[in-house]
């Protein structure tokens, strides 16, 4: 079974730009995550996508981020336009269904490091 | 808040020897705690995890922890290291479906 898929593994562009970052989680998981680690600091929760429907979005840091998950299958997350500050490395990740008093494991895919010059 | 707190950024150990990971967590009600370890160019994989019950955990690849609820901490230890341990380890606690981590400690191991 294919894990956790992020592409690219690995963006370098300069302020300004924009990017988009693809993640395509196990099949049949509903539960789609995004994170990220700003160099020298914790993971942050960006948001969470249960289906194609946003659950929760309160990690989004502001209206230059964009994600979708069009078909509640894989999602992107559009950087625009892109800072300095958004530098760092892009997890993203799923799990089964769950409810809000349990949990699943999530299963993490290996990133994107994202390099804004 | 909700918090995680992983106070040691970098730990080495010799291969063989035993070790403990500390993580102290923030939290009004009953946690549920993690341990994922990330090695290079790799995703986080799940270690081990504590909803409820048994307060010493087994996980794979020999680790476990322990949740103290008194010290609020939930530290991940392993008896003998292996030098493929090397890599990333982070707690985290899970909160209405999300997880917040730690700052991450990252091990290294000394032949």
């Known amino acids: 079974e294919a894990g956790v898929t992020q592409f690219p593994s690995h963006s370098v562009i300069e302020k300004g730009q924009t990017v988009t970052l693809r993640c395509d989680p196990i099949s049949g998981h509903d539960n789609l995550y995004w994170y990220r680690r700003v160099m020298g600091k914790e993971i942050k929760f960006l948001l969470h996508?249960?289906?194609?429907?946003?659950?929760?979005e309160s990690g989004m840091p502001n209206n230059r981020f964009l994600a979708e998950r069009t078909g509640g299958t894989y999602s992107t997350l559009k950087v625009q336009p892109a800072e300095l500050e958004d530098s760092g490395v892009y997890f993203c990740a799923s799990s089964q269904v769950a409810t809000l008093s349990s949990y699943n494991e999530q299963f993490f895919g290996p990133g994107t490091r994202l390099t804004v010059l | 808040a909700q918090s995680v707190t992983q106070p040691d950024i970098h730990i080495t150990v010799s291969e063989g020897a035993s070790l403990e990971l500390r993580c102290n967590y923030s939290?009004?009600?009953?946690?549920?705690l993690f341990w994922y370890v990330q090695s290079p160019g790799q995703g986080l994989q799940l270690l081990l995890k504590y909803f409820s019950g048994d307060t010493l955990v087994q996980g794979i690849k020999g680790f476990e922890a322990e949740f103290k609820r008194s010290q609020s901490s939930f530290n991940l230890r392993k008896p003998s290291v292996h030098w493929s341990d090397a890599a990333e380890y982070f707690c985290?606690?899970?909160?209405?479906?999300?997880?917040?981590f730690g700052q991450g400690t990252e091990l290294s191991v000394k032949p």
């Open positions: 996508f249960v289906k194609e429907s946003k659950q929760d």
């Open positions: 985290a606690v899970g909160i209405r479906g999300k997880l917040i």
């Open positions: 939290y009004g009600a009953t946690p549920y």
